[in-house]
């Protein structure tokens, strides 16, 4: 029996997904480290994100302001006068977005509507990250006693789960494998 044969799809699900999830962390990977660490340098993507995030408080009537801090790289969000969260790399959702786009381009579909839904994808994500900052930030000024349960539970499932609906969207409706 020809084992390649019998699960050429799976090996080739395999090499899509590891192929494009590995160079699109070496790329960002590489990108983060060419940044200057000795003055805490934030990179482009999660300072885009915590200017989105004080921009969206703002607009819904909060007085939101944002800094850099100063000694890590990363930038600090204000209400009024007090710092409620510090926004770091890990907090733009990047790494969510390489994940998504590595599965869809794993399971491969016709190039139009893969390059459409990876982009569409990556706004939704980048928007609900957006979305999940500021009621984290809301949250945390509420509910401080909560912190944990917002910020390690509560929200990181609302955006993986939406990462997973998205996902399978993909497989059951414009993949090669939705027929």
């Given at each position: 029996m020809n084992y390649y044969q019998q699960y050429k799809p799976f090996?080739?699900?395999?090499?899509?997904?590891?192929l494009s999830y590995i160079v699109a962390t070496v790329i960002y990977?590489?990108?983060l480290r060419s940044l200057d660490l000795a003055i805490f340098e934030p990179d482009f993507?999660?300072?885009?994100v915590t200017e989105q995030s004080v921009?969206?408080?703002n607009t819904l009537g909060y007085v939101a302001s944002m800094g850099p801090s100063i000694n890590e790289p990363a930038f600090r969000i204000?209400?009024?006068?007090?710092?409620?969260?510090?926004?770091?790399?890990?907090?733009?959702?990047?790494?969510i977005m390489i994940l998504?786009?590595?599965?869809v381009i794993a399971f491969t579909g016709k190039l139009k509507s893969t390059v459409l839904f990876i982009v569409s994808g990556v706004l939704i994500i980048h928007f609900l990250n957006i979305a999940r900052i500021v009621a984290l930030i809301l949250g945390?000024?509420?509910?401080?006693?909560?912190?944990?349960?917002?910020h390690d539970v509560v929200f990181p499932l609302l955006i993986y789960g939406v990462t997973f609906v998205l996902w399978i969207v993909w497989v059951t409706k414009f993949s090669n494998y939705a027929k």
């Amino acid at each position: 029996m020809n084992y390649y044969q019998q699960y050429k799809p799976f090996i080739h699900f395999l090499g899509r997904f590891f192929l494009s999830y590995i160079v699109a962390t070496v790329i960002y990977q590489t990108y983060l480290r060419s940044l200057d660490l000795a003055i805490f340098e934030p990179d482009f993507f999660t300072k885009i994100v915590t200017e989105q995030s004080v921009w969206l408080l703002n607009t819904l009537g909060y007085v939101a302001s944002m800094g850099p801090s100063i000694n890590e790289p990363a930038f600090r969000i204000y209400l009024g006068a007090e710092s409620v969260v510090r926004i770091v790399e890990g907090c733009n959702a990047v790494s969510i977005m390489i994940l998504f786009t590595a599965f869809v381009i794993a399971f491969t579909g016709k190039l139009k509507s893969t390059v459409l839904f990876i982009v569409s994808g990556v706004l939704i994500i980048h928007f609900l990250n957006i979305a999940r900052i500021v009621a984290l930030i809301l949250g945390l000024n509420a509910y401080p006693e909560y912190g944990n349960l917002m910020h390690d539970v509560v929200f990181p499932l609302l955006i993986y789960g939406v990462t997973f609906v998205l996902w399978i969207v993909w497989v059951t409706k414009f993949s090669n494998y939705a027929k």
